[in-house]
């Protein structure tokens, strides 16, 4: 399992666009992929665009990503990237 | 904040007789023009428009969430439309839509009020009897309550 922590530092958060994004990466892998945010004890499917819509996220929000299964070094480092490009 | 606080109950029309996606977004921008929550149908479709040029909006199940953040709003709030028969849109899923949740956000809404929104609609969305209940209600009262929470 991997996990990575990242502050969400888009003005706009993690909305529709970028999130649909990240989902359309996240499905190219075949490991779980995992969205927490800090303040939230709920965990979000980081595949599917409504969970990831669900979480919310701000800019200034801490996540946390977690991987888990087939590819899960490789398909952390791909979303971060994502969302650092958003 | 209720999710149903911000439909706007004059721009919901539970039985639209479109054809295509460009017809379904021209008559509710145009009730949301009529209702005075946007200055412009044209200006607000625009921006609409804007937001579908960069990815899909539907979301599966008969779904499908456009938005537009526009000048052109005077209160973010929410329009929504069911169609009478299925119409093409960009989905994940492959399938044709017939619910649209169509968002109007203001400029000064669009960061955190937004967000916040479309998550608690998102959460609406995510129950798995909602798809359902939307296809199924039968006027506006039972519509605010699937989005009643």
């Known amino acids: 399992m991997k996990q990575s922590k990242f502050t969400i530092q888009n003005a706009e958060g993690l909305h529709s666009r970028p999130a649909s994004d990240f989902c359309t990466e996240a499905t190219k892998y075949g490991c779980k992929v995992t969205l927490t945010k800090e303040g939230d004890d709920n965990e979000y499917d980081g595949k599917s665009i409504l969970m990831v819509m669900c979480l919310g996220a701000c800019k200034g929000d801490e996540i946390t990503i977690q991987t888990e299964g087939p590819d899960e070094e490789k398909a952390l480092e791909s979303l971060l990237n994502i969302l650092k490009n958003v | ?149």
């Not at chain 2, 607000?44 to 960069?54: I, N, P």
């Not at chain 2, 209940?133 to 309550?145: F, G, P, R, T, Y």
């Open chain 2, 1 to 149: 904040m209720k999710t149903s606080d911000v439909i706007s109950l004059n721009a919901v029309d539970l039985n639209m007789d479109v054809q295509n996606k460009e017809e379904a977004l021209s008559h509710l921008c145009k009730l949301l023009e009529k209702d005075g929550d946007v200055t412009s149908a044209d200006l607000f479709k625009r921006d609409v428009y804007l937001r579908e040029s960069e990815g899909r909006t539907g979301i599966g199940d008969g779904v499908a969430i456009p938005h537009g953040k526009s000048e052109s709003v005077q209160k973010t709030c929410i329009a929504i439309g069911r169609c009478k028969n299925p119409i093409e849109w960009e989905t994940i899923d492959g399938k044709p839509v017939r619910v649209i949740i169509l968002f109007a956000v203001s400029r000064k809404d669009k960061n955190n009020h937004f967000i916040k929104l479309m998550s608690e609609v998102a959460r609406i969305l995510a129950h798995p009897s909602t798809a359902k209940k939307l296809a199924n209600c039968s006027d506006s009262s039972e519509l605010m309550a699937i989005f009643d929470t």
